[in-house]
């Protein structure tokens, strides 16, 4: 067990329909990383929060957005879904802005139809 | 733009068969190198991080090599709980914030 969280573990939703993804971080985790992952493939990089504020994004539209709260629980909301959003979403939490000492959650696996 | 790419896609070895697991990497400058393991049905699990050409870590039947433009995951004689897939991913020195690229993975099969 990784100490981090994620909900829903399952989800369906219909295109262009919005979701919102929870992610809690283990205590004193200051730092969330989300990534996509679709079926046979790597995790995709979307983007990463310190202390509340966005420290760096990866190739992803503006419709996906984040939000960390100092409780130590994130989200990851995507509008506007599209059939490409299907996928594992993934976050990690780690103390400091590095990757190595990060871990993961389980996922939320995301259905859109 | 960061490339990672990893092969081969699979690999079914007998248990005691050692093998290497390849990851090719193009980036402007590396700040680091990552190995994880992904269990089906769950999160990756952090392995190994790799900063300068040359550094060779090891944990247990595992040990990662880096060059200039790849690293190696040798596995020395496996045993079937090894069986998972294995991601490469690199992280560059680069400006505007951080950013982390992986591969696709190896899909890694160890048989009694």
């Known amino acids: 067990e990784t100490g981090v969280t994620q909900s829903p573990t399952h989800l369906i939703k219909t295109r262009g329909q919005q979701v919102t993804l929870r992610c809690s971080s283990q205590?004193?985790?200051?730092?969330v990383s989300w990534y996509q992952q679709a079926l046979g493939q790597g995790p995709q990089f979307i983007f990463q929060y310190y202390r509340e504020e966005e420290n760096g994004r990866g190739n992803f539209p503006p419709r996906f957005s984040g939000l960390q709260f100092p409780n130590y629980s994130s989200e990851l909301n995507v509008n506007a879904l599209e059939l490409d959003d299907s996928a594992l979403y993934l976050c990690?939490?780690?103390?400091?802005?590095?990757?190595?000492?990060?871990?993961f959650g389980p996922g939320t696996r995301l259905l859109v139809l | 733009e960061d490339q990672v790419t990893q092969s081969p896609e699979a690999l079914r070895l007998q248990e005691g068969e050692s093998s290497s697991l390849n990851c090719s990497y193009t980036?402007?400058?590396?700040?680091?190198l990552f190995w994880y393991r992904q269990d089906p049905g769950k999160g990756p699990e952090f392995l190994f991080t790799l900063y300068s050409a040359g550094e060779e870590k090891e944990k247990e039947r595992l040990k990662a090599t880096l060059t200039k433009k790849e690293s190696f995951l040798h596995i020395t004689a496996p045993k079937p709980e090894d069986s998972a897939t294995y991601l490469c991913?690199?992280?560059?020195?680069?400006?505007?914030?951080?950013?982390?690229?992986f591969g696709t993975g190896t899909q890694l099969k160890v048989e009694l």
């Open positions: 980036v402007s400058g590396l700040r680091g």
């Open positions: 990690a939490s780690s103390p400091g802005v590095d990757f190595e000492t990060q871990y």
């Open positions: 205590s004193g985790h200051n730092t």
């Open positions: 991913a690199v992280q560059a020195l680069t400006g505007g914030g951080n950013k982390l690229t």
